[in-house]
């Protein structure tokens, strides 16, 4: 058992146990991809890529972060390439926050097996699944110490999961969004096909804006920018990533 009562599953995990100091965060919204659940599967869920995620998350919780968590649902459903088949837009994005409530359960329920207490609220009501989006109840959630779990999106076709991270991070006043990909920041260029690109260590939304970067669509980085909300992107790959983010640590890629 972990100081906050979390069982502990793996023998590797115990020396990744956090120091509590240097904390640079209180309360994080981590925005989980749906594709980091599957893992090396094609679609759908792989068992080791989601203990691999909660560990990342109780190692956050362990070092004192009030935790909001919203995940997409790639690995499921992506409105946006269905759409562009012939689907009609708003149908294809309803079906993709159907997804999110989708891997919303699944990490639910991987993380409450470890131990963690965990509230999932959905933007589009579904009564007997989860709780219906209620930012006080959030708060109330954050303050006991449970994870909470935001699904649906924000409940509207033509917004991605990018936007509602930045809007309920807005909402429940996080100090920071936290994104974590497949590279360790932000780039130039796609790294995988330009060896050139030079990684960002500091960025301006403007900038982001600007040269239209695709580490978030524009009506995120526009809501995180008017709401004056850090976002860091980092590397979700090394097993104490998120950690070592949240003090300071390691290669990533802070807008603000
Ligand atoms: P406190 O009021 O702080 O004690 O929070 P709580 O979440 O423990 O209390 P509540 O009685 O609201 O919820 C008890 C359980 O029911 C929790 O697991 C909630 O997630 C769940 N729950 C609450 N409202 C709903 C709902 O509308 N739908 C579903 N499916 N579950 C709900």
Redesign the pocket.
Request: positive net charge; proline residues 10%.
């Given at each position: 058992m972990t100081p906050r009562g979390i069982k502990i599953i793996s023998k590797t995990f115990t020396h990744l146990m956090p120091n509590k100091t240097d904390l640079k965060y209180k309360r994080i919204l981590f925005k989980v991809s749906g594709e980091a659940m599957m893992g090396d599967k094609g679609f759908g869920h792989d068992v080791d890529a989601i203990q691999r995620i909660c560990n990342q998350i109780i190692l956050a919780y362990e070092l004192g972060c009030e935790i909001c968590l919203v995940v997409g649902g790639g690995n499921i459903f992506r409105g946006i390439s269905v759409a562009a088949t012939g689907m009609e837009r708003a149908s294809a994005d309803y079906m993709g926050m159907l997804a999110t409530c989708i891997n919303g359960l699944a990490l639910q329920n991987a993380l409450e097996k470890r131990g963690v207490q965990t509230?999932m609220q959905s933007a589009i009501r579904m009564?007997?699944?989860?709780?219906?989006y209620i930012k006080r109840k959030a708060d109330?959630?954050l303050e006991?110490g449970r994870i909470v779990i935001f699904a649906a999106g924000t409940g509207n076709p033509f917004f991605t999961t990018d936007t509602a991270a930045v809007l309920r991070a807005v909402e429940v006043k996080c100090d920071v969004i936290l994104k974590g990909t497949q590279v360790d920041g932000v780039y130039s260029a796609d790294p995988k096909l330009d060896k050139n690109a030079v990684r960002y260590e500091k960025m301006k939304y403007n900038d982001v804006i600007k040269q239209e970067l695709k580490v978030m669509d524009q009506t995120a980085i526009t809501l995180a920018k008017d709401n004056k909300l850090p976002i860091i992107v980092f590397s979700i790959k090394g097993e104490n990533a998120l950690c070592d983010v949240l003090q300071g640590k390691g290669k990533f890629t802070i807008i603000n």
């Open positions: 509230r009564d007997s699944i989860c709780e219906p109330r959630h006991k």
